[in-house]
């Protein structure tokens, strides 16, 4: 993360560490030998290399004070990060991560080398001042020291274990926010308002009914007839309905039994709403009513299957059949 004074405050209370280095002076870098640049070098290696857990931090400018606050001495000149950058990886075999910020800090300047946990292990790819290749040189605790060959295999594997388990992490991630999403989706299904229209027969009465079958309020409730299909003027086609609670129904009284003929043979409804949220719902709701018969051939026939219908229709049926049954047996042919 970025320097800020909380944070320097912090790391001055601090001792020296594997992820925590105080330099009084800064480091020479323009116009210095190879032997004074390798002094860089080998810390920036040694922090990337270091056993750590926390992002690490070389303060330039600053005098180490053992059990104190450490002094900020600050710096008169400050390195250039591009050049830092291009002076390390040149000599690495794979890039390092790291910045150097120039920061003010109770009015003096401090030098910030802030450097990531990254995969390691650093090597570089030829000798270079007092430095030699194919050597990993760690910080461990306050001092820098090469690195032997088990701690170097152990570098590799725990950052291999760690990448594995970074990965899993990130799968496990992405599991959690799909199942949330499906949660999301399942619960926006699950709970919302859900007005159906559909046509009941009570007491042989024909009846647009409009009910919100869901668990949430609907409004604003628009329903229109599509095309050029003939339906009676009632308020419930005409008018939009403001609000209509869970559970509850509207009725509009669409035609009478000698009507029945006079209903067209299909119709599409068109039914739009809103929830409380303003989140919009639309459904095309097609009807079908040929069980009323040819129109104008005087056949009915009553659906007894639909909804709240059947104790009514089968009623009627039985009383029917009754007067039929009573005509036939007083014919005297």
Same mark, same amino acid.
């Given at each position: 993360?970025a320097?800020?004074?909380?944070l320097m405050?912090?790391?001055?209370?601090e001792e020296?560490?594997s992820a925590?280095?105080?330099?009084?002076?800064?480091y020479p870098f323009?116009?210095?030998?190879?032997?004074?640049?390798?002094?860089l070098?080998k810390d920036?290696?040694a922090?990337a290399? !270091?056993?750590?857990?926390a992002?690490a931090?070389?303060l330039i400018?600053v005098?180490?004070?053992k059990?104190?606050r450490?002094?900020?001495h600050g710096?008169?000149?400050?390195?250039?990060?591009?050049d830092?950058?291009q002076?390390?990886?040149?000599?690495t075999?794979?890039?390092?991560?790291f910045s150097y910020? !120039?920061f003010?800090f109770e009015?003096?300047q401090?030098?910030?080398?802030t450097?990531p946990?990254?995969?390691r292990?650093?090597?570089?790819s030829?000798?270079?001042g007092?430095?030699?290749k194919?050597?990993?040189y760690?910080r461990?605790?306050s001092s820098t020291?090469? !690195?032997?060959l088990?701690?170097?295999a152990?570098?590799?594997?725990a950052?291999a274990?760690?990448?594995?388990t970074q990965?899993e992490l990130?799968?496990q991630?992405?599991?959690?926010?799909?199942?949330r999403k499906?949660?999301r989706?399942?619960h926006?299904e699950s709970y919302?308002?859900?007005?159906?229209?559909?046509?009941p027969?009570v007491h042989t009465?024909?009846?647009?009914r409009?009910k919100n079958?869901?668990n949430?309020p609907a409004k604003d409730?628009?329903?229109a007839?599509e095309?050029?299909?003939?339906l009676?003027r009632?308020a419930?086609?005409l008018?939009?309905?403001?609000?209509l609670a869970?559970?509850?129904?509207?009725?509009?009284?669409?035609?009478g039994?000698?009507?029945?003929?006079?209903?067209p043979?299909?119709?599409t409804?068109?039914?739009?709403?809103?929830?409380?949220?303003?989140?919009?719902?639309?459904?095309?709701?097609?009807?079908?009513?040929?069980y009323f018969?040819?129109?104008?051939?005087?056949e009915?026939?009553?659906?007894?299957?639909?909804?709240?219908?059947d104790?009514v229709?089968?009623?009627?049926?039985?009383?029917?059949?009754?007067? !039929?049954?009573?005509?036939?047996?007083?014919?005297p042919f």
């Amino acid at each position: 993360m970025a320097m800020n004074d909380e944070l320097m405050e912090s790391l001055l209370h601090e001792e020296e560490s594997s992820a925590l280095d105080f330099k009084r002076d800064q480091y020479p870098f323009v116009g210095a030998t190879n032997d004074e640049k390798s002094e860089l070098l080998k810390d920036v290696l040694a922090f990337a290399n !270091a056993w750590r857990r926390a992002t690490a931090y070389i303060l330039i400018g600053v005098e180490e004070v053992k059990g104190g606050r450490s002094i900020v001495h600050g710096v008169t000149q400050h390195l250039n990060d591009n050049d830092l950058q291009q002076f390390v990886n040149s000599k690495t075999t794979r890039p390092v991560q790291f910045s150097y910020e !120039a920061f003010s800090f109770e009015g003096k300047q401090v030098g910030v080398i802030t450097m990531p946990n990254q995969k390691r292990p650093f090597l570089l790819s030829s000798d270079f001042g007092k430095l030699k290749k194919q050597t990993v040189y760690a910080r461990q605790g306050s001092s820098t020291n090469p !690195a032997p060959l088990d701690e170097v295999a152990r570098m590799a594997s725990a950052d291999a274990i760690d990448e594995w388990t970074q990965k899993e992490l990130e799968e496990q991630r992405r599991d959690r926010e799909e199942h949330r999403k499906l949660q999301r989706e399942l619960h926006a299904e699950s709970y919302r308002p859900n007005v159906v229209c559909d046509f009941p027969i009570v007491h042989t009465i024909l009846y647009l009914r409009i009910k919100n079958y869901g668990n949430l309020p609907a409004k604003d409730i628009k329903v229109a007839v599509e095309g050029e299909v003939a339906l009676p003027r009632v308020a419930g086609l005409l008018h939009p309905i403001s609000l209509l609670a869970p559970d509850t129904e509207l009725f509009y009284w669409i035609v009478g039994p000698q009507q029945f003929g006079t209903v067209p043979k299909e119709v599409t409804l068109d039914v739009t709403y809103t929830d409380l949220k303003g989140n919009q719902f639309e459904t095309k709701q097609r009807f079908d009513f040929a069980y009323f018969g040819i129109p104008g051939s005087g056949e009915r026939g009553l659906d007894i299957s639909r909804e709240n219908n059947d104790p009514v229709v089968r009623g009627l049926k039985d009383i029917a059949e009754a007067l !039929a049954a009573k005509k036939s047996r007083s014919s005297p042919f």
